[in-house]
């Protein structure tokens, strides 16, 4: 669409005043003066967060300790049948046994403890 | 982003509201015909330009970008509004805001402009006054150029009339 520049230039001094700024008048110190602080507000939103996961956890905590009588009754029940198992070829546990590898395996556990809880809890912890 | 800038961005943000909020206010004023309601929604618009303004990516187009939040709250308004009552279609052609001691030309250019449908009226200003490209309206205002470009062109139809009937007068 061909846009007329004299007509343009027409029309937007016909609009001039129609469109005129408004002066400031304190309205942009109003307006910063009601943003609110970063700071109270992220501390708020932190505040929320740790809240609803503590509650989420304390709720599960006494949901499984209330079950925990019956699984223990319900364990208590369980028959194992009698199977016969094939043979199979026997595997040398030993190795995995040794004190450098348990260390390994603890540290890989703290690792994902560690990286489960960054996610969970960010920075917070 | 959680509604909170650090120290350098709130400074920009308040040199953006400082630089913009003349252009944000008149914008709303023409649209809503009362000021004081104007400034309310412009004050809303900087608010959630705040809570948004991580997203501005180039800060040359921040002044389209405002006038979009601008006019989302404008029709968020109108709609809720519409929903409450429906006093839209009353206040049409009643111009509390037009003083009159305005000269008569002034006062004929704000019925012309007030006559238009506010999505007209919203794109005429933004281009005209503004001097927003017809993409940047197209952004600010959520719609397609093909309807921009229409809302524009029958805006200035309506003012090439209001002018032809000025002169012959």
Request: net charge neutral; proline share 5%.
């Amino acid at each position: 669409m061909m846009q007329d520049p004299i007509e343009d230039k027409q029309f937007q001094d016909l609009l001039g005043d129609y469109a005129a700024p408004v002066s400031d008048d304190g309205f942009s110190a109003y307006v910063m003066a009601q943003l609110p602080s970063s700071s109270a507000n992220l501390q708020n939103t932190e505040n929320l967060r740790r809240r609803f996961i503590g509650g989420g956890a304390i709720m599960g905590a006494v949901i499984a300790a209330t079950q925990l009588p019956a699984l223990v009754k319900l364990i208590s029940k369980l028959n194992v049948p009698d199977v016969s198992m094939p043979a199979l070829a026997s595997v040398d546990t030993s190795p995995f046994l040794t004190s450098p590898a348990m260390v390994v395996a603890a540290l890989a556990l703290m690792g994902v403890i560690w990286l489960s809880s960054t996610f969970i809890f960010g920075d917070q912890m | 982003m959680q509604g909170g800038l650090g120290h350098k961005s709130k400074r920009q943000f308040e040199a953006l509201v400082y630089a913009h909020q003349g252009h944000i206010r008149a914008f709303l004023r023409r649209l809503c015909r009362n000021d004081a309601l104007a400034d309310d929604l412009a004050q809303e618009t900087f608010m959630r330009a705040y809570q948004k303004y991580d997203a501005l990516s180039d800060y040359g187009a921040a002044k389209a970008w405002l006038f979009q939040i601008a006019y989302r709250i404008f029709l968020d308004f109108i709609r809720k509004e519409k929903r409450r009552k429906n006093l839209d279609d009353e206040r049409q052609g009643e111009l509390p805001e037009t003083p009159e001691s305005l000269p008569e030309i002034k006062m004929d250019i704000e019925r012309a402009m007030n006559a238009l449908p506010a999505p007209q009226r919203a794109a005429i200003m933004l281009n005209i006054s503004h001097g927003l490209s017809h993409g940047e309206v197209a952004t600010a205002l959520d719609m397609p150029l093909g309807t921009v470009k229409s809302h524009i062109a029958r805006g200035k139809n309506s003012l090439r009339a209001f002018l032809t009937a000025y002169e012959k007068a």
